[in-house]
């Protein structure tokens, strides 16, 4: 299952090491958990987005893993994928760029060629530049801000409305970053996704932010004395404040990480897809089975 991480560290910029995809113990467990791309998302001190990402587990590339040391922002998205739709190449590969806002997506949506048609009415079809069904999704979602005016949130919630409404939909988890805000969807109840608001420790006893799942691990010795927002799909400390999202919760972050969350989707999605309805390819993708 592809697995989410954002994290955002406030006003001021942070630097976070990632060590992702630590190399699973045999071929076998390979051979089923395999990954398919590593990204990490962040900004710059412009604001301008960063992606670095790559078609290959991470543990295969020392350079990419030597950069993911050293990335400083003010907010933060990794994603490992599980291919369901598209090639195993960079540019299927998460997160994605679209109006310098950055998108990661866990699960699988139907009807991909009604949705080109909408995404060729609105004007935002050239945005996609690879073959899944996540970087489509992410199209109609900056569609749907423009349309808004830039809001964000009428944006997501339009989007997802049409989807809902109108496609085949498996899980649309996302997590959405720009240099201020980051924004978090669990819709359905499919995968669960995870919001930490982790505060300082003690100036005396300060520990840094260690934050690790099977797929993803984040450090940061900068963060140990400031507070810091985390949404994972796995709970990836010990602290006890961990909860997991509602099924149909926005979650809103914002350069202050004052945290807004509402139940923007209180209905299930009209075409809902079962997991034994999904081809082979897709449904290995969405398993949650991690090994051990």
């Not at 997160?95 to 997506?105: C, E, V």
């Not at 139907?110 to 009415?121: P, Q, T």
């Not at 149909?248 to 075409?271: C, K, T």
Request: hydrophobic share 40%; glycine share 6%; with cysteine.
């Amino acid at each position: 299952m592809c697995r989410l991480f954002g994290m955002h560290a406030g006003m001021d910029r942070a630097k976070a090491t990632f060590w992702l995809l630590q190399a699973p113990n045999s071929l076998s467990l390979q051979s089923h958990y395999e990954p398919d791309g590593t990204g990490i998302g962040t900004f710059d001190a412009r604001a301008r987005a960063m992606v670095n990402k790559q078609p290959l587990t991470a543990w295969q590339d020392r350079e990419f893993a030597a950069e993911a040391r050293h990335l400083e922002s003010t907010t933060f998205l990794a994603h490992v994928r599980y291919a369901s739709t598209g090639g195993h190449t960079r540019v299927n590969t998460h997160p994605f760029d679209q109006d310098n806002r950055l998108f990661a997506h866990n699960g699988v949506l139907g009807g991909l060629a009604m949705l080109e048609e909408r995404l060729d009415s609105l004007g935002t079809r050239e945005l996609v530049l690879g073959q899944t069904d996540s970087e489509r999704m992410f199209a109609l979602v900056t569609a749907e801000i423009r349309l808004a005016d830039g809001d964000i949130a009428v944006g997501i919630s339009a989007a997802v409305n049409w989807i809902a409404q109108n496609l085949p939909v498996y899980s649309l988890n996302f997590i959405l970053t720009t240099a201020t805000d980051l924004w978090a969807l669990r819709y359905p109840e499919t995968h669960e996704l995870y919001i930490l608001e982790r505060p300082p420790g003690p100036v005396a006893d300060a520990e840094p932010l260690v934050a690790h799942s099977h797929r993803i691990r984040a450090h940061s010795q900068e963060l140990a004395t400031r507070r810091v927002v985390i949404v994972a799909t796995e709970k990836m400390t010990a602290h006890p404040d961990w909860r997991p999202m509602e099924p149909g919760e926005l979650l809103h972050v914002n350069q202050d990480l004052a945290i807004g969350s509402h139940l923007a989707f209180g209905q299930p999605p009209r075409r809902m897809i079962k997991l034994e309805q999904l081809g082979a390819a897709a449904a290995a993708s969405q398993h949650p089975r991690v090994p051990a």
